[in-house]
């Protein structure tokens, strides 16, 4: 079955620290892997994706297939960082771009 | 925003009545995809659409129903709501972006079943 866990329901760092928002998949293949960040009040919206490896707001994600893991990484965190982030995967074989999301982790940065 | 606009934004229902939500899109994009966000789930996908008049059932789409008979909208129903419908409800649409397709959300509809 597809399947994508978030851990962490909340995660609280101070500002400048380096934070970690761990996500870990379930798929028979090679699926899409993206992060989906929601600031307060705003609309849900594509951080980044694995497939074109690129470094958005600081923050960085690699796809771990031994693991079946894509953890977002940033090295030192801002307080404009706080805000709920989702990770979620898509089957490219279906066409559809039906997404599976986790659970949703909150980032909480402190001054 | 890629044109994508929800209505209304806020509801409060009761028990066993009929709700329809609306999501409308300005850019004549194929696909269309309903979704609730919930506590310690996510967003699970209910229903989406791949034109007029084709959808297609989601992860959670029991109790649900949609409708699009034109292009720019995408209806959810509930028949019959119940509290375990209470929810916020997302729409998105997938647009391509250069090499890739990507899914852009609406605001949301914050729905409250009492």
């Known amino acids: 079955a597809q399947r994508v866990t978030q851990p962490e329901k909340l995660l609280s760092v101070f500002k400048g620290a380096p934070v970690e928002l761990k996500c870990n998949y379930s798929?028979?293949?090679?699926?899409?892997l993206f992060w989906y960040v929601q600031y307060s009040r705003q609309r849900l919206q594509l951080l980044l994706r694995?497939?074109s490896r690129e470094s958005i707001k600081g923050f960085t994600a690699d796809l771990n297939k031994g693991e079946t893991s894509f953890h977002l990484k940033k090295p030192f965190a801002q307080e404009e960082d706080s805000a709920m982030y989702y990770c979620?995967?898509?089957?490219?074989?279906?066409?559809?771009?039906?997404?599976?999301f986790g659970q949703g982790t909150t980032l909480q940065v402190k001054p | 925003d890629a044109g994508i606009t929800q209505s209304p934004r806020h509801k409060v229902t009761e028990t066993g009545t009929p709700v329809t939500l609306r999501c409308h899109q300005t850019?004549?994009?194929?696909?269309m995809y309903w979704y609730r966000q919930d506590p310690g789930h996510g967003l699970r996908l209910i229903h989406y659409?791949?034109?007029?008049?084709?959808?297609d059932k989601g992860e959670v789409s029991d109790g649900y129903s949609v409708s699009r008979s034109k292009t720019e909208d995408f209806l959810l129903t509930l028949e019959s709501a119940t509290s375990s419908q209470t929810s916020v409800y997302f729409c998105a649409i997938m647009e391509r972006q250069g090499a890739y397709n990507e899914q852009f959300f609406g605001p949301g509809t914050r729905l409250t079943v009492l």
């Open positions: 850019e004549n994009h194929r696909y």
């Open positions: 798929y028979s293949g090679s699926p899409e």
């Open positions: 659409s791949y034109g007029v008049k084709d959808t």
């Open positions: 979620a995967l898509s089957a490219p074989s279906s066409n559809t771009g039906k997404l599976i």
């Open positions: 694995h497939i």
